[in-house]
């Protein structure tokens, strides 16, 4: 299992405590790839506005939001700036990672 998946599945797993998603394994439900497993993510957060609240405390012991831990499992904050978002659909070979 990749870092990632453990990441998710981690994240999952704090999310249900805080009732945003029933079980952690509904991110991973049905044929997932990790762009639907990232935008689940997102929407769980979003959905109960976790974003500022404090999912686990770092290896430095200070405390990570959510919004802090989505950002480093998937490399992007997790509100995309209407700029960016219009910029990727103008430009997307400007967007890291993306290829047409």
């Known amino acids: 299992m990749s870092d990632t998946v453990h990441g998710e599945l981690w994240l999952a797993k704090r999310l249900v405590q805080h009732s945003a998603l029933p079980d952690p394994v509904g991110i ?5 790839d ?3 497993r990232k935008e689940r993510v997102r929407q769980a957060i ?7 609240v404090i999912a686990a405390r770092g290896r430095n ?3 990570v ?3 802090e831990a989505f950002e480093r499992l998937y490399g992007e ?3 995309i700036s209407t700029s960016s ?3 990727a659909a103008v430009h997307p070979s400007a967007t890291p990672g993306v290829h047409p």
């Open 46 to 52: 979003r959905r109960k506005a976790l974003g500022s």
């Open 61 to 63: 012991g200070k405390p």
């Open 34 to 36: 990790p762009v639907t």
């Open 85 to 87: 978002a219009r910029d």
């Open 28 to 32: 991973f439900a049905g044929v997932s």
């Open 77 to 79: 904050p997790i509100e």
């Open 65 to 67: 939001t959510y919004a």
